[in-house]
């Protein structure tokens, strides 16, 4: 049974969802743009029914009580602090991170900084952000799959447009996902802080000089990456494995960026193998 809850960090009041039995092994999972942690309810059940105790927030700018205001609020160490104040708050020492999109490129940078916290990590669909950065400048596929960015870095052009059509453009990206699903996303967007809290990810860590770059990666890590995903590239998800010294599963499949939807059984087998694998 998953239940939603709210958790105060300083100023900012998360919401988020919680399965399974507390004081077991935990399980933080950290979603995408442009989605919430409804995107990740049927893995919680799964996971939760092999006694892991899942934790899923509505990262910053998505939760009603945690969009501030300006730019300088999503930078990637706010990010990553709101994902350990959670978990300390929770009592939660150590824990195994899943996260996809903007939740996986955030996570990486938890467990880069963090190693000791981590107990595994999962990636859908992002890789290391060094190899990412390669390819972006070096292969002409990653150029074009990441024209968009450009585009998201622009002031409230990217808000209107998005907006228009009752949001049609996100509604062709959410089109294997559930009406429930596309109903909750609909009303986090309507929102015009969470909007462009949203896009203020892109803004505040994709500028020019504004990537931090990672290091090596020590922690057991299972990357899953869709051969037709539409923002990452083949140079980008095999570049990964140079950075990888601890235990690394690379796993490519016939899907594109939204694997949780297209490509569950894939996804559930390998995550569970991975977490069941590094249990402490």
Known sequence: ????????????????????????????LLHGFPETSRMWTHLMDDLSERGYCCVAPDMRGYSKGACPKGVKHYTMDKLTGDILEIAESLGIDKFHLIGHDWGAAVGWNVVYQNPEKIISWTSLSIPHSRAFAKAIRTDPVQKKKSRYIGFFLLPWIPEVMIRRNDFKSFRRLWKHSSLEEVDEYLSVFRRKKSLTGALNYYRANLRRGKVRPLGDIDTPTLFIWGKKDLAVGEAAALGTEQYMKGDYTFIPVEGGHWLIQTNYPDVSTAVIEHLTRNSL
């Open 1 to 28: 049974m998953i239940e939603s809850k709210k958790i105060t960090i300083g100023e900012l009041e998360f919401d988020y969802r919680v399965s399974g039995k507390e004081n077991t092994q935990y399980v933080i």
